[in-house]
């Protein structure tokens, strides 16, 4: 199995790890589990940042492949395909940026590493506990 980070998790991940759940800290400290970080979260660390809503992701940001590939986790680009499938998801669930993650974890068979049980409107059964 294969995980993708929501953008909270892989904040948490690189600066507050112990708000992860332990169970979740050990799967993506595990040599053997693959682990994405989306672009979808650099456009949304950016976006919130540059608005002055996020000034602690200042950091990655600004190094946020290299921060990335320092944590042994692999970059997840945003396809055409992953675009589709987002902008075709029902309306209950408006986060445009949990929609792509979403699109983008369903396409590539990924499980998705969140807190927000939100996303299961969409159909994710994120990963937390």
Do not use: C, N
């Not at 169970?23 to 595990?30: A, C, H, S």
């Not at 987002?86 to 369903?106: C, T």
Request: aromatic share 12%; charged share 25%; proline share 5%.
């Amino acid at each position: 199995m294969s995980y993708l980070l929501d953008t909270h998790a892989l904040f948490w991940w690189v600066y507050f790890p112990e708000l992860l759940p332990a169970k979740v800290r050990e799967t993506l400290g595990d040599a053997d589990i693959q682990v994405f970080a989306s672009a979808v979260s650099a456009y949304e660390m950016s976006y919130k940042h540059y608005r002055g809503r996020w000034p602690e992701a200042e950091l990655l940001v600004g190094a946020f492949e290299e921060l990335v590939a320092s944590e042994g986790f692999d970059l997840l680009p945003m396809s055409a395909r992953h675009a589709i499938r987002a902008g075709s998801y029902d309306r209950q669930h408006r986060d445009p940026f949990d929609r792509m993650l979403v699109a983008q974890a369903a396409i590539e068979d990924l499980r998705i590493v969140s807190s927000d049980k939100g996303l299961r409107l969409l159909g994710a059964e994120p990963v937390w506990a």
